[in-house]
């Protein structure tokens, strides 16, 4: 076990942070480091075709199967298994290749394939021919000699893939978030506490910096979400205390210390009473 999770940099050479890239031959390749707990600062697009095979995204294991896609977004801690029992492809990119405006910005934080306010789960595609010829055609226009508006074509097939893809997952009986002001406080909250929820965690600071009340940030994380402001600071605290305890061999001491805990004692108290057990024992059931 190491003292951190391995986080991974989209890959450096590339004109654009963008590619598409063969599951069979990222197995080939990087076997060793798909398999292991690790975070991304871009996005990940996993599309089989056919196979199966478990992804665990925080903990949770993800069952995919022929014709599913799964939307892994960045900072996610995730793990491939190591069947490779799938074909397809992985789509790659960062937020600098696809958001060129705020209104890009906005879809990806707020569209149900990525939104970490939701499940994590697998969409099954019924018509190959959507999704798979705007895939195709992505391919097709990566592979070429990079012309005149490259990087446009590119983003434009993206977000008319990730479109399609919304479509499909609402038809399939996933909720869309209500779009408005109580969606934007929620968003904007969700940005922040990423932000600052190892020095911060008081709801009153995070309405401050959102310029609202608490009662009001409140009302729109419990539209949103159906969870206080409160509870969402606790579930961010204690996913990345279980991160750090099952993925790194860091002493409960220097973790208390990384998420913020003056004193050890007190952040064993506080993951009992979220969890109701002691951080040790929630790392020793892990092994």
Aim: with cysteine; hydrophobic share 40%.
């Amino acid at each position: 076990m190491k003292q951190k999770i391995n986080v991974y940099k989209f890959r450096p050479g590339l004109k654009l942070e963008f590619e598409i890239v063969s599951i069979k031959s990222l197995y080939k390749k990087h076997k060793q480091l798909m398999t292991v707990p690790h975070r991304a600062d871009f996005y990940h697009i996993l599309i089989v075709r056919e196979g199966k095979g478990i992804h665990l995204v925080d903990f949770k294991p993800v069952k995919l199967s022929s014709n599913s896609v799964l939307f892994i977004k960045k900072g996610k801690v995730h793990f491939f298994d190591e069947t490779e029992d799938m074909q397809g492809e992985l789509i790659l990119f960062t937020e600098n290749f696809f958001c060129r405006n705020h209104d890009d910005l906005k879809f990806i934080q707020s569209t149900i394939l990525f939104n970490d306010l939701l499940e994590t789960t697998p969409l099954k595609f019924k018509d190959k021919k959507g999704l798979m010829v705007v895939l195709d055609t992505m391919k097709s226009e990566l592979a070429n000699q990079p012309k005149e508006f490259h990087h446009e074509i590119l983003q434009n097939l993206l977000h008319n893939f990730m479109i399609e893809a919304h479509r499909e997952k609402r038809s399939q009986g996933f909720k869309e978030l209500p779009k408005g002001a109580n969606l934007d406080y929620t968003l904007l909250f969700n940005q922040l506490l990423e932000t600052h929820f190892l020095k911060v965690k008081s709801v009153k600071e995070y309405a401050t910096l959102i310029h609202v009340s608490e009662k009001r940030l409140s009302q729109a994380t419990t539209d949103i979400v159906g969870k206080s402001p409160k509870e969402i600071i606790n579930e961010r605290v204690i996913l990345e205390a279980k991160r750090l305890l099952v993925y790194t061999n860091q002493a409960i001491k220097e973790i208390a210390f990384h998420l913020g805990f003056g004193e050890t004692t007190n952040f064993i108290k506080y993951f009992k009473l979220q969890t109701q057990e002691t951080p040790m024992e929630f790392r020793e059931s892990h092994l």
